[in-house]
Each structure stands twice: as structure tokens, then as C-alpha cells.
């Protein structure tokens, strides 16, 4: 099999960096390996694999020979480097919202929808983080029935905003233990000691655009119908690293939890840990630095006919980021779609 020459771009940040380690953890086999992020961190070095690499500013021709590029460095950045890659025949694998819902770019959580990589025309999107953990959960409830409601409240942690919002976090509980005026930045509210029920600008049907990103495209990736109705409030917690999620399902004929529960246990990439009398269920905490995506606490939906509810946490910079984005690579180099 030929090896692809890959570029991080973004990698300074805190997506592209676990992207970098997770490369080495899967190993990706590649022939050539290129670090990229703006002006702002051009220069510094890059250890990986054993060998020290100076990240390069990105740049139109930074491309050039270029197989596979893993790009977490914004929309803006994807959006003006999309087609100097494409053109110079890279497959571009993007973390940004910037191209999900387009409809000649597939929208991928490895392992869930695969065969959608075949419809690429040089872009793969990779979906939002609090999509991602819940794709690999629903996936194999789907062969059991048919979703009918789907209700998501997410309680996402502050890395999910990128290395400034891990530092206004930090820079903000210390202010308010030490009694300080403190000017938050990142998010409109404070966010120590606080949750706020806001991710990203308001649409105008009242939700967030983090919100509808759930709806929209869990609707893309498990190919759902406008017959399943989805709904998500989306909550910012004081937390660095791991996204939650309450999740209430209904289905078109009865499932019960112990089915649920056994379906899970068996699905790639998910982990049940489900004895409340013993006090066992996933926390925030269990998810942080893992793979895989946890679920507890799966019991029948007393408000559906044929509900199930259940608790999910996961990584968000893994499988909601860097871990899907490099599995992704993964199968456009087995199934030679590069
Ligand atoms: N954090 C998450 O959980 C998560 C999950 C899913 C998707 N994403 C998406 O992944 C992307 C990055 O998120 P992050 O949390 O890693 O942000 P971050 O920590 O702020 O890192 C941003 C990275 O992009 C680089 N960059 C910025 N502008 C650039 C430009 N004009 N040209 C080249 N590189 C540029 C930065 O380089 P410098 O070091 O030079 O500034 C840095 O390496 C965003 O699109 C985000 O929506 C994040």
C-alpha cells in the first residue's frame, strides 16, 4: 500500500495537538509528516516519534505534495485553505463547521457511516464534538428500531473552546476565590462556579448554533429522516476536558433498557458502565484523556411510550475531535481514497 505525505494543520493548538499524539497511537503509517499553524507559532519546534520538527506558517504551497491534510485551525482558516489543497489533489479531513453541511462532503464519525467517505470530492468533515459521542451510542440502537424523538442536553466543558477558554477558566475561578474583578472574554458570562446555558451565537428559532449542529447533523451522518424529531440545549460547565450529555430516545416499538444496555456493551468504541445501586456510572472525569465513549444510567423514559433515557460522557477532544479526525484518515488510507 502507498504511504501518504500528511500535514497537521493547526497544530499548535489544542485540537492539533492531541491530533499529533493520537497519529503516533494509531499508527498511521505515512510517508512524510508536516506541522502547520499561523504566523503566531511559526518557529517553534514539534517533538514526534522521536524527532523535532519546526512548525511552518501555512501557507498556499505548504500543500504542495501534500496527500492528506488534518486540519483543526478554524473555519476561516479551512475555508481559505480548502481549495489550494484540493486543487493540489490533498484530501482535506476538517474539524471546523465550515464545510458539515455541505452536500458533496461527507460527514463522518468513523465507523458509524464509512461508506459515506466514498461520496468525497476532497473534503471530509469531521462533526462537532457533541454530535460525535452520541453518533457511536445511537448507531446500533438504530438496527433495533427506529428513532422517533431524540432529546439532548449537553453539559460541555471549556477545552471544547479552544486553549483561550481553558485559561479563562483557570484565570477566572482564581479571581473569584481571591474576591477580584475579573473580565471574561471567551464566554459572555463568567463561567467559574457557573453554567451557562449558551454555546455559540442564537439562531433566530431561539436555539443555539451549537444546538442545531446536534440536530442537523446527527439528521446527516445516521441519514435520519424529518420524521425523527431531534431537539438539543446545549450547556457550558465549569469543567477543562469532557463533554456530557443526557439523552432521551423514543422508538417507533418497545426497547427495553436491558436491550439497550446489552446492544452498547457489544458496539465498537463504547463502554457501559451501568450498576447505580453500587454507585457505578460514568462521570466527566472517567472520559478525560480515553478513547472510548461511556454510557450509564440507561433506564426506561418515563415520559415516551417507548422511551429509554441514558448518560454519555466522552472526550471531546477525542472522539468529538482529533481521535475521529485521525480514525478518519485511518480509513481513507485503508480503503485507498487518497
Ligand atoms: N476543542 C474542541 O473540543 C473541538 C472539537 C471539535 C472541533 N473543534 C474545532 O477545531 C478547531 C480548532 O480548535 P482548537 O480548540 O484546537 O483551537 P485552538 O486551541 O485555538 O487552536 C487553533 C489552531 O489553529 C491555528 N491557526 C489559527 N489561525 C490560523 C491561520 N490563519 N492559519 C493557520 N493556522 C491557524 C493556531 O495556530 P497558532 O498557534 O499559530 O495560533 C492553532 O494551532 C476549531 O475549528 C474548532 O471548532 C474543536
Same mark, same amino acid.
Given at each position: 500500500?502507498?504511504?501518504?505525505?500528511?500535514?497537521?494543520?493547526?497544530?499548535?493548538?489544542?485540537?492539533?495537538?492531541? *491530533?499529533t499524539?493520537?497519529?503516533?497511537?494509531?499508527?498511521?503509517?505515512f510517508?512524510e509528516i508536516k506541522f502547520?499553524?499561523?504566523?503566531?507559532?511559526?518557529?517553534t519546534?514539534?517533538?514526534?516519534?522521536?524527532?523535532?520538527?519546526?512548525?511552518?506558517?501555512?501557507?498556499?504551497?505548504?500543500?504542495d505534495?501534500? @496527500?492528506? %491534510?488534518?486540519?483543526?485551525?478554524?473555519?476561516? !482558516?479551512?475555508?481559505? &485553505?480548502a481549495?489550494?489543497?484540493?486543487?493540489?489533489?490533498?484530501?482535506?479531513?476538517?474539524n471546523? $463547521?465550515?464545510f458539515?453541511?455541505?452536500?458533496d %462532503?461527507?460527514l %463522518? *464519525?468513523?465507523?458509524?457511516?464509512?461508506?459515506?467517505?466514498?461520496?468525497?470530492?476532497?473534503?471530509?468533515?469531521?462533526?462537532?464534538?457533541s454530535? $460525535?459521542?452520541?453518533?457511536? +451510542?445511537?448507531?446500533?440502537l438504530? #438496527?433495533?428500531?427506529?428513532?422517533?424523538?431524540?432529546?439532548?442536553?449537553?453539559?460541555?466543558?471549556? $477545552?471544547?473552546?479552544?486553549?483561550?477558554?481553558?485559561?479563562? =477558566?483557570?484565570?477566572?475561578?482564581?479571581?473569584?476565590?481571591?474576591? /477580584?474583578?475579573f473580565?471574561?472574554?471567551?464566554?459572555?458570562?463568567?463561567?467559574?462556579f @457557573?453554567v451557562?446555558?449558551?454555546?455559540?451565537? &442564537?439562531?433566530? @428559532?431561539?436555539?443555539?448554533?451549537?444546538?442545531?449542529?446536534?440536530?442537523?447533523?446527527?439528521?446527516? *451522518?445516521?441519514?435520519?429522516?424529518?420524521?425523527?424529531?431531534?431537539?438539543?440545549t446545549?450547556?457550558?460547565?465549569p469543567?477543562?476536558?469532557?463533554?456530557?450529555?443526557?439523552? #432521551?430516545?423514543? &422508538?417507533?416499538?418497545?426497547?427495553?433498557?436491558?436491550?439497550?444496555?446489552? =446492544?452498547?456493551?457489544?458496539? &465498537?468504541?463504547?463502554?457501559?458502565?451501568?450498576?447505580?445501586? @453500587?454507585?457505578?456510572?460514568?462521570?466527566?472525569?472517567d472520559?478525560?484523556?480515553v478513547?472510548p465513549?461511556?454510557?450509564?444510567?440507561?433506564?426506561?423514559n418515563?415520559a415516551?411510550?417507548?422511551? +429509554?433515557? =441514558?448518560?454519555?460522557?466522552? #472526550?471531546n477532544?477525542? *472522539?468529538?475531535?482529533?481521535?475521529? !479526525?485521525?480514525?478518519i484518515?485511518?480509513?481513507?488510507? /485503508?480503503?485507498?481514497l487518497?
Open positions: 500500500m502507498r504511504k501518504p505525505n500528511i500535514a497537521i494543520l493547526g497544530a499548535t493548538g489544542v485540537v492539533g495537538r492531541e *491530533i499524539r493520537v497519529v503516533d497511537e494509531l499508527k498511521i503509517d510517508n502547520l499553524s499561523s504566523a503566531k507559532s511559526a518557529g519546534e514539534i517533538e514526534f516519534q522521536g524527532k523535532r520538527y519546526i512548525v511552518e506558517e501555512a501557507k498556499p504551497e505548504s500543500f505534495g501534500v @496527500n492528506i %491534510v488534518l486540519a483543526s485551525a478554524g473555519a476561516s !482558516t479551512s475555508k481559505k &485553505f481549495p489550494e489543497i484540493v486543487k493540489r489533489g490533498g484530501v482535506l479531513i476538517d471546523s $463547521s465550515a458539515r453541511m455541505e452536500n %462532503v461527507p %463522518v *464519525i468513523a465507523y458509524v457511516n464509512d461508506e459515506d467517505l466514498k461520496k468525497h470530492r476532497g473534503i471530509i468533515a469531521n462533526p462537532n464534538c454530535t $460525535s459521542q452520541l453518533m457511536l +451510542v445511537l448507531k446500533p438504530l #438496527d433495533k428500531a427506529k428513532i422517533t424523538r431524540l432529546i439532548v442536553s449537553t453539559y460541555q466543558s471549556v $477545552s471544547g473552546a479552544g486553549l483561550a477558554a481553558i485559561n479563562e =477558566l483557570t484565570e477566572n475561578t482564581r479571581a473569584a476565590l481571591a474576591n /477580584e474583578e473580565e471574561n472574554k471567551c464566554f459572555k458570562k463568567p463561567i467559574a @457557573n451557562i446555558p449558551q454555546i455559540d451565537v &442564537f439562531c433566530e @428559532n431561539g436555539y443555539t448554533k451549537e444546538e442545531m449542529k446536534v440536530v442537523n447533523e446527527t439528521r446527516k *451522518i445516521l441519514h435520519l429522516g424529518e420524521d425523527t424529531r431531534i431537539s438539543c446545549a450547556v457550558r460547565v469543567v477543562y476536558r469532557g463533554h456530557s450529555e443526557a439523552v #432521551d430516545i423514543e &422508538f417507533d416499538k418497545e426497547v427495553t433498557p436491558e436491550e439497550v444496555r446489552e =446492544l452498547l456493551e457489544n458496539s &465498537f468504541g463504547v463502554e457501559v458502565i451501568d450498576n447505580p445501586e @453500587n454507585y457505578e456510572y460514568p462521570t466527566t472525569c472520559a478525560a484523556g478513547n465513549v461511556f454510557v450509564g444510567r440507561i433506564r426506561k418515563l415516551f411510550d417507548n422511551g +429509554v433515557s =441514558l448518560w454519555c460522557v466522552a #472526550d477532544l477525542l *472522539i468529538g475531535a482529533a481521535l475521529n !479526525t485521525v480514525r484518515c485511518q480509513k481513507v488510507i /485503508e480503503m485507498n487518497y
